[in-house]
């Protein structure tokens, strides 16, 4: 019987951030079948709770390249 990884995922340490705006953590996870990545940053609220804020994106959208607008050519010139 094939693991079946629906609704579930895994979030590990980043140990490549270099920046405050690099992910605390970061992981994949399955939402109804469909993958997202997702990132993880800790966070101190104002009464001094300590907290996780996320961030969710499809793995299909992050991997698409950005479309270049279309440039419509002007075949009267003179040349």
Known sequence: MEYDNTNRGAIFKNDKKST???PDMNG???IE???YW???WTN???AGARYLSLS???KEE???PAQ???VEFDDDLPF
């Open 20 to 22: 405050d705006k690099h």
């Open 28 to 30: 994949s996870i399955n």
């Open 33 to 35: 079948g469909k993958e």
């Open 38 to 40: 997702i990132s993880a």
């Open 44 to 46: 101190q609220s104002k």
């Open 56 to 58: 969710v994106t499809a």
């Open 62 to 64: 992050q991997a698409r």
């Open 68 to 70: 270049a607008p279309a």
